[in-house]
């Protein structure tokens, strides 16, 4: 039924061999076959949660491997990359090399995600020396990655919470901090507007109360909305820099498996 | 003589056996072999068929222990909560029903109308519930689903109709389950007359919903002593202080942020007066805007009451719902 693209009913037919054994290494097979059938329908989600399901207990390295391994792979497609790098973590636990250098490209996307970028070079770098024979070839592999995972290409981290406590401070700073000048010229400007209209209410036309309230409730509510906007500026600064990054790493990575 | 015919008798009896059992060796030898169903596609294993086609005759053999497997295996399925997948093979099954028993097919189009009732999908699932017929016992199941249906519809009378179908022996587990059911609905339908007189069945001695029967006590009282504040006590209160009417209804953040509002306003157009005069434009201006706030907040206040009456009366209403569908839920899915 997989074969003739009916995933939904081989779905379907691999959970009616779940209910109906009680052989955990047969279950086991059945659930990683229904996972490939979700997958084929583009649900990840589902796929997860299905290999969320296996019980690890009395299971061959290799069937444990297979199923870790598409668990993680359905949690990293379904961007719970925290999943995906615990299940791996688990192969590097108790799985020998042989499985470990098998699953270390997939745990290095993973790893990336994570932003841990020194985890992920080791990884890459492993799987490299375990699959690559070649001096030549290994060599040349070796400095790509040593280039890519260099500190300096490593994205600059804006911390939210910095940039909002800069904007309490010193309102803009934080979108200074953040990398989005002209954001931070708005900030300011209507800041000063607000400012200047209580100076004028005060100083010029002297109605004191009226150049308060209009010129405070300015300033309010663009100094609180301004440190609002710092902290969000930070973390999409920080989303498309490590986006960027990830992507190439991400080509990286498959041109090497290739 | 006797002897003889008891020969004759023997003989015969022979005859008709050994006819019988060469009649059967006949049918079993003029089957098709070619055509019989492979061995995937045994019960359980249907291969090749879509869910729109019907299933040929020759796979439809022993077809009521099929059934009873793929019904196991539905309520297997909606165990583990996986709705998706139950639909999917309901689906073909109720394409196929036509060689289950007619409590196997009730039992189908109970399942499917169950699972749409679960999704929230209520108009669908009156629809397949009210086809389950009342022969068997889970017709009984489906009229009280139906009735639920129909509650969270608001359609409290169809509600009541469908329980009032039901032929249940007086005080057992069931009719007392229909007493919870009705006098829930004289609950959401304000009705306390009638919920007194229908709470006087409640026995508490089912575990099954004795926790919602006495539920269902205390809702009535919070119903029933609940006084609505006064629009015209929060109206003059707002209209002495902004925010305070809001606050007397029961609100407790919002009376803030119409302070907030209006008492700036009220300042800047006090300054206006005194500084330019009542007739100057300048009060007028800012005047006109502290009133529109003003008044705004008067009528807002005098409304709140309604609302926090409404919310209050929301909740409970949301937990009679709940209270009804869980003892369903208890009693029939065990």
Redesign the interface.
């Known amino acids: ?1 997989a074969q ?1 693209n009916k995933f ?2 081989a ?3 691999y ?2 061999i779940c ?2 054994t009680f052989d955990n290494r047969i279950r086991t097979i059945a659930l990683n076959h229904k996972a490939n059938c979700q997958l084929s329908l583009y649900n990840p989600a589902a796929a997860k949660k299905t290999m969320l399901r296996i019980s690890y207990f009395g299971l061959s390295d290799s069937l444990v491997f297979t199923s870790r391994q598409k668990s993680a792979y359905a949690s990293y497609l379904d961007k719970d990359f925290e999943q995906a790098s615990s299940q791996l973590f688990l192969v590097d636990q108790f799985l020998n090399e042989e499985y470990q250098a098998e699953a270390a490209l997939l745990y290095a996307l993973a790893l990336n995600e994570l932003r841990e970028w020194d985890k992920a070079k080791e990884k890459m770098l492993f799987w490299v020396s375990k699959n690559v024979d070649k001096q030549q070839t290994r060599d040349s592999l070796l400095f790509e990655i040593e280039c890519a995972y260099n500190d300096d290409n490593f994205p600059k981290y804006r911390d939210p919470e910095r940039a909002s406590l800069w904007s309490t401070f010193i309102p803009g700073s934080g979108q200074l901090y953040s990398g989005y000048f002209w954001d931070a010229v708005f900030s300011v400007s209507m800041l000063s507007t607000g400012l200047g209209l209580a100076a004028i209410g005060i100083f010029v036309v ?5 150049g308060i ?2 010129g405070y ?1 300015l300033f309010q509510r663009f100094y609180m909305a301004g440190v609002k906007r710092a902290e969000y500026l930070a973390g999409k600064k920080n989303y498309l820099n490590e986006r960027k990054y990830n992507t190439q790493l991400r080509e990286l990575i498959l041109k090497i498996e290739d | 003589m006797i002897r003889y015919l008891i020969v004759v008798f023997s003989l015969s009896l022979s005859y008709f056996t050994l006819s019988a059992q060469h009649d059967f060796v006949d049918t079993i030898t003029s089957i098709d072999t070619d055509n019989l169903p492979l061995q995937s596609d045994s019960p359980g294993l249907i291969t090749n068929i879509d869910s729109t086609e019907t299933i040929p005759e020759k796979v439809q053999f022993d077809s009521l222990d099929y059934f009873s497997n793929e019904l196991s295996f539905v309520s297997y399925l909606i165990t583990n909560e996986q709705y998706k997948d139950a639909t999917f093979l309901l689906n073909r099954l109720d394409v196929q029903s036509k060689s289950a028993s007619l409590e196997q097919q009730d039992s189908i189009t109970y399942l499917r109308g169950w699972i749409y009732y679960f999704n929230r999908e209520f108009t669908d699932a009156i629809g397949v519930l009210s086809q389950v017929s009342t022969t068997y016992e889970i017709g009984l199941q489906a009229r009280f689903y139906e009735s639920i249906c129909y509650v969270y519809l608001e359609k409290f009378d169809k509600a009541k109709t469908r329980l009032s179908i039901i032929q249940l022996d007086t005080g057992s587990q069931l009719w007392e389950l229909r007493m919870l059911q009705y006098a829930s609905i004289s609950l959401l339908t304000r009705d306390y007359e009638e919920f007194d007189s229908l709470s006087a069945y409640f026995s508490n001695r089912y575990f099954e919903f004795s926790t919602e029967e006495k539920s269902m006590v205390t809702y009535h009282h919070e119903l029933s002593t609940y006084k609505r504040k006064s629009p015209w006590v929060a109206g003059f209160m707002s209209a002495l202080f902004p925010g305070i009417g809001k606050f007397y209804a029961g609100y407790r953040g919002t009376p803030l942020g119409t302070m907030y509002m209006t008492l700036p306003l009220a300042a800047v157009a006090v300054e206006a007066a005194l500084i330019a005069g009542l007739l100057s434009p300048q009060f007028l201006i800012l005047g006109g805007l502290f009133g529109i706030f003003y008044i705004g907040n008067i009528w807002g206040s005098a409304l709140s009451v309604y609302s926090m009456k409404r919310e209050i009366y929301d909740e409970i209403d949301r937990n009679i719902l709940f209270d009804m569908h869980i003892p369903l839920r208890r009693v029939f899915w065990q």
């Open positions: 039924m003739e939904e009913w779905a379907l037919e959970e009616r209910y109906s002297k109605y004191y109360v009226a309230v209009i409730g």
